[in-house]
């Protein structure tokens, strides 16, 4: 830590130098500034710097690195660890960076640092375009990319990793490159899954995908048709096609329209099928979940973007989540996930979660620290709600759902679905073979491990 007098200069000739704002503890707003997703998180940084171009953030790096101040990076601010805070130390905010370039004849975008799902998914609709992408339109896309990308085209278009091209990084010396499969190779091997480890992420280049339709049906049932609605969602997603995505969700009764109101704030089973494709082939997919009695169903054709907010939580919440993958879904795993159902945290905007994976998962490039591309099947038990009194209760709900599925889980993890759980589980979300030749790459650019706010890689 620099003595006050430097730190007080260095501070002075920050504010002096970035374009963007500068927040220490003392100033207006600074509250403002660090309120991230999960309203859990409670850290309080030295100073966070609202970047407004790459300049910006290595005018950051490089006063952090002055002072030797750890640096934590903010793009959509979504992990529910708080990653992307610290405290005493700084935070390159790049929310203020946010610009998309579609470039619709080379099918590619270029997405800036602090650019969310909806910055992505709106630039591309117009060219009827898309990448997979988080189900949440408020994710921010470099965290979720580098992280590996689970969403809703991923069965039909692959991890959005996968059509990963370039990335504009700043390094932990306030450098700049761009790692792509020629230059740098061995980097952008490692940020196929790596996240934040090697640098600040400042844009991302990204194939593209032709979606010219894209429909939904969202069937709620009582929770007692649970085990026969997961059964038969898992036997039309498994003899279905890979344009066939969604989820099993458990979850309480949101006050929408289409929900009768003796049901809001009441446990229900839904089944989500999503088609990359247009409604008269979902419908006629969905046939079988229309057939089991049931209390409410939205069946439409849906601008991929819309879909991408409709499991939009509000901020403010406290959140806890967890996941593990799994080898496939026998009759005796439906039951056991159907009967945690009946102890989640309801109401509260909890959900317990069952992903089908497969399709163009399976079949993307294995040569990338992805350990969990064979698995068939994810559970995602994801706590949210509001008041701090259910936090010991939804904390031991999402662990007893991680502990119910131990005897299918594969050991591999997405980590973007977890907090900080430790060593092993980064370990896992990696693949342990994978993890010398990412500490030799975090070695070569972050030797003094400053990203280590993420899923941490500690150098070799």
Same mark, same amino acid.
């Given at each position: 830590m620099a003595p006050l007098s430097k730190a007080g200069t260095a501070l002075? #000739?920050?504010r002096e130098d970035l374009a963007g704002d500068v927040f220490a503890p003392e100033d207006p707003g600074y509250d403002e500034a660090r309120t991230i997703f999960n309203a859990m998180i409670d850290r309080r940084p030295a100073v966070l710097a609202q970047c407004e171009s790459e300049a910006d953030v290595v005018t950051t790096v490089r006063f952090a690195r002055e002072?030797?101040? =750890? +640096? #934590? +990076?903010r793009g959509g601010g979504h992990s529910v660890a708080g990653m992307s805070l610290n405290d005493g130390g700084v935070v390159v905010d790049m929310r203020r960076m946010h610009e998309v370039? +579609?470039? =619709? &004849? #080379?099918?590619?975008v270029r997405v800036s640092g602090g650019a969310v799902m909806s910055h992505l998914d709106r630039a591309c609709q117009p060219y009827d375009l898309a990448s997979t992408g988080g189900r949440v339109s408020t994710t921010g896309v470099a965290g979720f990319v580098l992280g590996g990308g689970s969403g809703w085209l991923d069965r039909t278009f692959g991890l959005a990793v996968d059509g990963l091209l370039g990335v504009d990084l700043v390094t932990a010396d306030g450098g700049t490159l761009t790692a792509t499969a020629e230059d740098h190779p061995e980097l952008f091997w490692a940020l196929h899954g790596g996240g934040g480890n090697f640098g600040v992420a400042t844009s991302l280049t990204l194939r593209l995908h032709e979606l010219p339709a894209m429909s939904m049906a969202m069937v709620l049932y009582l929770p007692e048709r649970g085990p026969e609605v997961t059964r038969t969602y898992r036997d039309l997603i498994e003899a279905g096609p890979v344009e066939a995505n969604g989820a099993v969700i458990y979850m309480t009764g949101p006050p929408e329209e289409f929900v009768p109101p003796h049901l809001v704030g009441r446990l229900l089973a839904g089944a989500l099928l999503t088609y990359a494709g247009p409604e008269e082939q979902m419908r006629k997919l969905a046939e079988p979940l229309l057939a089991i009695p049931h209390e409410a169903e939205v069946v439409t054709a849906i601008p991929y973007a819309d879909l991408q907010c409709m499991m939009d939580d509000p901020p403010g919440m406290r959140n806890y989540w967890s996941a593990e993958y799994l080898t496939g879904l026998p009759d005796e795993l439906v039951e056991v996930f159907c009967?945690?159902? &009946?102890?989640? =945290? +309801?109401p509260t905007g909890t959900q317990h979660v069952l992903f089908p994976l497969g399709g163009a998962i399976a079949d993307g490039p294995a040569e990338f620290p992805i350990p969990y591309r064979d698995a068939a099947w994810a559970t995602h038990p994801f706590g949210i709600w509001e008041d701090p009194a259910d936090d010991d209760r939804g904390r031991q709900w999402v662990k007893d759902v991680r502990a119910d599925v131990q005897p299918w889980s594969t050991g591999a993890v997405y980590l973007n679905f977890t907090g900080e759980e430790g060593p092993d589980r980064v370990a896992a979300g990696l693949g342990e073979a994978n993890l010398q030749r990412l500490r030799a790459v975090k070695r070569g650019y972050d030797p003094d491990n400053v990203f280590r706010f993420n899923h941490n890689i500690k150098p070799a």
């Amino acid at each position: 830590m620099a003595p006050l007098s430097k730190a007080g200069t260095a501070l002075a #000739a920050l504010r002096e130098d970035l374009a963007g704002d500068v927040f220490a503890p003392e100033d207006p707003g600074y509250d403002e500034a660090r309120t991230i997703f999960n309203a859990m998180i409670d850290r309080r940084p030295a100073v966070l710097a609202q970047c407004e171009s790459e300049a910006d953030v290595v005018t950051t790096v490089r006063f952090a690195r002055e002072l030797d101040l =750890p +640096v #934590a +990076v903010r793009g959509g601010g979504h992990s529910v660890a708080g990653m992307s805070l610290n405290d005493g130390g700084v935070v390159v905010d790049m929310r203020r960076m946010h610009e998309v370039t +579609v470039h =619709p &004849g #080379a099918k590619a975008v270029r997405v800036s640092g602090g650019a969310v799902m909806s910055h992505l998914d709106r630039a591309c609709q117009p060219y009827d375009l898309a990448s997979t992408g988080g189900r949440v339109s408020t994710t921010g896309v470099a965290g979720f990319v580098l992280g590996g990308g689970s969403g809703w085209l991923d069965r039909t278009f692959g991890l959005a990793v996968d059509g990963l091209l370039g990335v504009d990084l700043v390094t932990a010396d306030g450098g700049t490159l761009t790692a792509t499969a020629e230059d740098h190779p061995e980097l952008f091997w490692a940020l196929h899954g790596g996240g934040g480890n090697f640098g600040v992420a400042t844009s991302l280049t990204l194939r593209l995908h032709e979606l010219p339709a894209m429909s939904m049906a969202m069937v709620l049932y009582l929770p007692e048709r649970g085990p026969e609605v997961t059964r038969t969602y898992r036997d039309l997603i498994e003899a279905g096609p890979v344009e066939a995505n969604g989820a099993v969700i458990y979850m309480t009764g949101p006050p929408e329209e289409f929900v009768p109101p003796h049901l809001v704030g009441r446990l229900l089973a839904g089944a989500l099928l999503t088609y990359a494709g247009p409604e008269e082939q979902m419908r006629k997919l969905a046939e079988p979940l229309l057939a089991i009695p049931h209390e409410a169903e939205v069946v439409t054709a849906i601008p991929y973007a819309d879909l991408q907010c409709m499991m939009d939580d509000p901020p403010g919440m406290r959140n806890y989540w967890s996941a593990e993958y799994l080898t496939g879904l026998p009759d005796e795993l439906v039951e056991v996930f159907c009967a945690r159902a &009946g102890s989640m =945290p +309801v109401p509260t905007g909890t959900q317990h979660v069952l992903f089908p994976l497969g399709g163009a998962i399976a079949d993307g490039p294995a040569e990338f620290p992805i350990p969990y591309r064979d698995a068939a099947w994810a559970t995602h038990p994801f706590g949210i709600w509001e008041d701090p009194a259910d936090d010991d209760r939804g904390r031991q709900w999402v662990k007893d759902v991680r502990a119910d599925v131990q005897p299918w889980s594969t050991g591999a993890v997405y980590l973007n679905f977890t907090g900080e759980e430790g060593p092993d589980r980064v370990a896992a979300g990696l693949g342990e073979a994978n993890l010398q030749r990412l500490r030799a790459v975090k070695r070569g650019y972050d030797p003094d491990n400053v990203f280590r706010f993420n899923h941490n890689i500690k150098p070799a």
